[in-house]
């Protein structure tokens, strides 16, 4: 499949001036077959001619273009240039008519006559930008109290095929589908009708002054009058496009062959004879969707087929089919800054920001979700500057928007909002990574046309720490004597801080001490654990974020360490505890600290 979809190119700024229903643009009026200026040339070839509007040749090389070009400023989507070579793709069983569900078509791949084999189809949807009257002769602007033809937003379709043979009358239908419709590979339709589909049949009678009749039709659940589920809606017997620009809608076919030289045919095209392409070997027309139905489906697949009559329940033959999505929307998402601990330290707020693009031509009703409990969108407004933050513009954003757990309102066509939001969960990881979930529905019908999804991954920042204060501990005693074994023995007291200093939790932390005398090591923590083995002192366990252990060391000096002269009062005993302890989130190893502790024999006193 070649689905273009357009309006996606455009700066959504002009998008959204252009686009906005009721809102008219500077260009002139446009209607159906677009003369004055228009949107579409339906004057039956290929070619963009002097006057206003695109054609099909242009559309075609605007696609094949690397990168695409700049298509028509409302242009909605194009399925380009739908290609269907023999014998791909005909339809099959007697189940397949016009007045059943999709489910019971049938296809294969075979023939069909040659004037009913489809070698190419195409379809495009534009937004009408301007309203458009008639006064009895042409299209014009409108004034006074003029009714229009043609009003601002509404949904304005062309489509049309070229033939292998032109050796009969064509019968040819347009479906435009809001279901998803397709072929499954195993010879059925995927997908079913719903109320609001358009079937467009078309007979293009051969001969002199012969002119196109064309039908439109609705789908309906029920109360159909042409069959249980078709509604007709407009019928005209001389449907020709005139030019003029007053039909809602109009065919049109190639009255002269259109030669291969000196302007040949852009895309693959061999006809069963003669060059270039034969007269009534190609047929276009156009619709005003808006008008014909009283309102704008949000369409999703376009097919194209060939009929052996112009009856509502003739034989189906050949078919063409290719997405077709007038209504689309996309979503991003990234964070809005580093995540922010909480002054504890033991949570994380998680911000994050998005934006959300109307890439169709019609508006859709927006719902997000995010994906993490306690997650909550805070703002949504107009970003058309595509800037990542509020346009200053009144309202700031949709109307009926609404915020907090779930956010939903509804966006215009081509209108772009930006959108702000967070959550916060425990500390657990360096990496946070949620998903939003974007539904976008029918503004109208609010019936589902698709949902999709952007994640975004913050990174927290975490710095690990661990701080060590060592000190004389003159409440246990600092130094003394003490009397054993007939012996007078030094014992010395000590404090010994470690605290978790950093951003994260500390694990396999490690307390030593450079003296091996150790008599007796005891703490005030319940995730430190002290031991002595043979004098030599240990703790270990974890520390939380904050977390401060003191520990209480008693140890008597084996003379490795003693610095001084033979004058009491200036000898010192001097040692070093040392913490090391590993990141349990960021998983850097071996953070440490260490201080040094040098207490007197005797210390002064006041007064001496």
Same mark, same amino acid.
């Given at each position: 499949m070649n689905t273009k979809h357009l309006m996606r190119k455009l700066p959504s700024c002009l998008l959204g001036a252009i686009l906005a229903a009721g809102i008219a643009s500077s260009t002139t009026v446009n209607a159906v077959d677009g003369d004055p200026p228009g949107l579409f040339e339906l004057e039956g070839n290929i070619l963009v001619n002097d006057g206003p509007g695109t054609d099909w040749s242009e559309l075609y090389e605007l696609s094949q273009s690397v990168p695409p070009g700049e298509f028509p400023e409302n242009m909605v989507t194009f399925t380009g240039i739908t290609a269907d070579p023999a014998p791909q793709t005909v339809y099959w069983k007697g189940g397949s008519k016009d007045i059943n569900d999709v489910s019971e078509w049938w296809y294969k791949d075979g023939s069909v006559p040659d004037k009913d084999d489809i070698t190419n189809a195409y379809a495009a949807a534009f937004t009408n930008p301007n309203n458009v009257c008639f006064d009895g002769t042409e299209a014009v602007a409108c004034s006074g109290d003029m009714v229009p033809v043609h009003e601002a937003g509404d949904l304005i379709v062309y489509f049309g095929l070229d033939r292998f043979a032109n050796d009969g009358d064509a019968f040819a239908g347009f479906w435009f589908f809001q279901d998803e419709v397709a072929t499954n590979g195993n010879n059925q339709f995927t997908g079913n009708h719903m109320e609001g589909d358009i079937l467009v049949l078309v007979e293009y009678p051969q001969g002199a002054n012969a002119s196109p009749q064309i039908k439109v039709y609705k789908w309906v659940d029920s109360g159909g009058d042409v069959a249980p589920n078709l509604l007709l809606l407009a019928s005209d017997t001389d449907a020709a496009c005139d030019g003029f620009g007053g039909k809602l809608a109009c065919a049109k076919t190639n009255p002269l062959d259109l030669p291969a030289d000196p302007d040949p045919i852009p895309w693959a095209y061999t006809p069963k004879s003669g060059t270039g392409l034969p007269h009534e070997s190609f047929y276009e027309g156009g619709i005003n969707v808006t008008q014909l139905l009283g309102s704008t489906p949000c369409f999703a697949a376009f097919l194209a087929e060939t009929r052996a009559s112009r009856s509502e329940t003739a034989t189906l033959k050949d078919f063409v089919i290719d997405d077709f999505p007038v209504c689309g929307a996309e979503v991003e998402k990234k964070c809005l800054g580093a995540p922010v601990l909480s002054e504890d330290k033991t949570e994380v707020t998680v911000n994050f920001q998005g934006n959300v693009l109307n890439t169709g031509g019609q508006s859709v009703f927006v719902e997000l979700d995010d994906n993490q409990d306690g997650s909550a969108f805070t703002t949504v407004c107009f970003d058309n500057d595509n800037n990542d933050i509020c346009d200053a513009v009144v309202p700031p954003g949709p109307t009926d928007v609404?915020?907090?757990?779930?956010?939903? =309102?509804?966006?215009?066509?081509?209108?772009?909002?930006?959108?702000?939001?967070?959550?916060?969960?425990?500390?657990?990881?360096? #990496?946070? @990574?949620?998903?939003?979930?974007m539904k976008f529905f029918s503004a109208g019908t609010l019936t589902l046309i698709d949902t999709k999804t952007a994640e975004a991954t913050c990174l927290l920042d975490l710095t690990p720490g661990?701080?060590?204060?060592?000190?004389?501990?003159?409440?246990?005693?600092?130094?003394?004597?003490?009397?054993?074994?007939?012996?007078?023995?030094?014992? /010395?007291?000590?404090?010994?801080?470690?605290?978790?200093?950093?951003?994260?939790? !500390?694990?396999?932390?490690?307390?030593?001490?450079?003296? #091996?005398?150790?008599? &007796? !090591?005891?703490?005030? &923590?319940? $995730?430190? &654990?002290? @031991?002595?083995?043979?004098?030599?002192?240990?703790?270990?366990? =974890?520390?939380?974020?904050g977390e401060e252990v003191?520990?209480?060391?008693?140890?008597?000096?084996?003379?490795? $360490?003693?610095?001084? @002269?033979? /004058?009491? &009062?200036?000898?010192? =005993?001097?040692?070093t505890a040392t913490a090391v302890g590993d990141g349990a989130i960021t998983g850097t190893q071996d953070v440490t600290d260490s201080d040094d502790a040098s207490c007197p024999l005797c210390p002064p006193h006041d007064g001496s």
């Open positions: 609404t915020t907090g757990a779930t956010a939903t =309102f509804t966006l215009g066509a081509g209108q772009r909002v930006h959108y702000e939001g967070n959550y916060t969960t425990a500390v657990t990881t360096l #990496s946070y @990574s949620d998903e939003v979930t661990i701080e060590v204060t060592k000190e004389c501990d003159p409440e246990g005693g600092g130094v003394r004597l003490v009397a054993e074994g007939g012996e007078v023995l030094v014992e /010395v007291d000590n404090l010994i801080k470690v605290k978790n200093t950093g951003d994260e939790k !500390l694990v396999a932390v490690a307390i030593t001490d450079t003296e #091996s005398g150790i008599q &007796s !090591l005891t703490d005030n &923590s319940d $995730n430190i &654990s002290c @031991s002595i083995t043979a004098g030599v002192g240990e703790c270990i366990g =974890f520390l939380n974020v003191t520990i209480n060391q008693t140890y008597r000096p084996d003379g490795q $360490n003693i610095t001084g @002269s033979l /004058v009491p &009062s200036e000898v010192y =005993f001097n040692n």
